[in-house]
């Protein structure tokens, strides 16, 4: 090509039509084929084309360093450098812009190898090479480089992607070969690098049983195009050692559409699953000792129960040794006074001539306060006494029958009395009188509790304790020498009354509480039966009836 001359704008590095869209550096130490070049790029198909030219390859990085080049027209052959070194520094000063290379070096290996280094094409000067050639091939070199570079940019967040993220993302082919994987996925697998993994499958990184399951998995995945969402996977890995993975898998679809493989994600919680499995083993063991925890509260509150009735009893029996010591003092200190009460109450009645009708109801009045005191009197007496019994083998039948002899006036028409007394039972040593006092004083009750009528039970006999007998409402009714299995006499009174108030049922033993109307008794009658049975070493429990009414049981051993 001849030389161009030095006054040709195309030889100058500066910057021709800076309006164009596109501007274009020429290295090219040719003249004529600048000179061509001139040419070409003059033609309106070139109209969106600045152009610089230089005429080096000094020369034409420094221009690049510049900036504002969008493509580059590139001779291998310049003055300072030559073939693929001349390219290979063009591009590393220019590494984000397109290069056509302009040889007149018609070599094919030559031209792959530029292709190779990232040229967007290779012309040859003077073979077919014209203008429109060479503007499609510029056009196509932008258009192709934008494409490269969106390409790369998606590129390098995909890397980004794989290298950072601390999930498994893998990618398989039809045939669930790895073709790519993630830097968590080779860590896992204990690889060197990503290239180890590609072309082999789970059955290489993981025991049999998970990657069988695995593979079953994703041949469903692309059979039938569902993914699988947020599956708990147990994998099993060669040495035996067990991970659990959160994973999701899915098709992998080519263009067309079709599915060509399956790639999936995965979180690593083994630590989460160890955690858990941990906190079901410790809420078990807490369980456990809850459990535990429970039957010693039960233990100790059964304990503590008991102690609190070992308690009440010292107290009872403490309080009624002192009620007792107090009692024996009252009764002697006051029965003299009253003796002496009495005698005048009955010379003032022997010895008043003509008493007039209030005097004589004011007397009577004073003698019934002092029977009544009396009553009251004899009853701590009873309560107090500390002298030993008169015992003698009785037939606590034969007592019941006599006892009952002794209350037959107070047995209203309006009350049917049913005997179930059985005859000839084994003798036991009592005291019959004491005794016989406790029966009439039951029998008592028992009437005064059916005013209206009723009816009224006595039975007597032998038995054999269960442990229905010896607790109710888990309560203990007799004496720790009472237990289930043992044989006794038993005699009870029951009646079909209005039964005992709950609130009142404890206290029906304290001396002075009574449940009757004031003047109809002292509220000793219960606590000196308590305590003469107690003395025969028998128990006395008063409970009320489920069907309505009370009944009073005694015990006595044989």
């Not at 009816?455 to 038995?463: F, I, Q």
């Amino acid at each position: 090509m001849p030389k161009q001359s030095a006054q040709n704008p195309c030889i100058r590095p500066s910057l021709v039509n800076v309006r164009a869209q596109h501007n274009v550096l020429l290295i090219e130490d040719n003249p004529g084929d600048v000179r061509l070049m001139q040419e070409y790029l003059s033609e309106p198909s070139f109209a969106y084309f600045g152009r610089v030219h230089a005429a080096s390859l000094k020369e034409g990085i420094d221009r690049l360093a510049k900036g504002g080049i969008d493509l580059l027209l590139l001779d291998l052959t310049l003055p300072d450098c030559t073939w693929l070194e001349t390219f290979a520094r063009i591009a590393a000063a220019a590494p984000q812009t397109p290069i056509i290379v302009l040889s007149g070096q018609d070599d094919e290996s030559l031209a792959m190898n530029t292709v190779h280094q990232g040229a967007q094409d290779y012309l040859v000067k003077g073979h077919a090479v014209d203008a429109r050639i060479i503007a499609r091939s510029m056009r196509y070199a932008i258009e192709r480089k934008r494409a490269e570079d969106a390409l790369a940019k998606e590129r390098d967040l995909l890397h980004t992607l794989l290298n950072n993220l601390p999930d498994r993302i893998y990618f398989k082919d039809e045939k669930s070969r790895f073709m790519r994987i993630s830097k968590a996925v080779w860590e896992q697998f204990k690889i060197a690098g990503p290239k180890e993994a590609i072309g082999k499958t789970d059955f290489d990184f993981f025991a049999p049983e998970h990657a069988s399951a695995a593979l079953k998995d994703e041949q469903e995945i692309m059979r039938t195009g569902t993914p699988i969402l947020e599956k708990i996977e147990k994998e099993i890995l060669p040495d035996g050692s067990v991970t659990w993975a959160f994973t999701s898998k899915f098709p992998l679809k080519d263009k067309r559409g079709r599915i060509v493989g399956n790639f999936g994600i995965s979180r690593d919680i083994t630590e989460q699953k160890r955690a858990e499995e941990k906190l079901q083993q410790a809420n078990t063991e807490l369980a456990l000792k809850q459990e535990q925890l429970q039957e010693a509260l039960t233990e100790l509150q059964s304990s503590h129960e008991a102690l609190k009735a070992a308690q009440f009893q010292l107290i009872q029996a403490e309080k009624m040794q002192s009620v007792g010591r107090l009692a024996a003092g009252v009764a002697h200190e006051v029965k003299n006074p009253l003796a002496i009460l009495r005698m005048g109450i009955d010379y003032l009645f022997k010895n008043l001539q003509q008493p007039d009708q209030e005097t004589t109801l004011i007397l009577s009045d004073m003698a019934e306060a002092l029977r009544r005191a009396d009553l009251i009197i004899m009853g701590l007496l009873d309560f107090s006494a500390t002298r030993a019994l008169d015992v003698v083998a009785q037939d606590v039948g034969a007592l019941v029958e006599q006892s009952l002899a002794l209350v037959r006036h107070e047995i209203r028409p309006s009350i049917k009395l049913i005997r179930e007394i059985a005859s000839k039972l084994p003798a036991v040593k009592l005291d019959q009188n004491r005794i016989k006092q406790v029966f009439v004083n039951l029998v008592e009750n028992a009437i005064h509790a059916m005013p209206e009528g009723g009816t009224l039970t006595v039975r007597a006999g032998t038995k054999q304790l269960t442990p229905q007998d010896i607790e109710h409402d888990q309560e203990r009714r007799f004496g720790e020498q009472f237990r289930a299995g043992q044989t006794v006499i038993f005699a009870e009174v029951l009646d079909t009354g209005h039964g005992i108030p709950k609130d009142k049922l404890a206290k029906i033993f304290d001396p002075f509480f009574t449940t009757k109307p004031a003047g109809k008794g002292t509220g000793l009658g219960l606590t000196v039966a308590k305590k003469i049975v107690e003395l025969h070493g028998g128990a006395l429990d008063i409970r009320n009836r489920p069907e309505g009414g009370v009944a009073a049981t005694l015990l006595f051993r044989i």
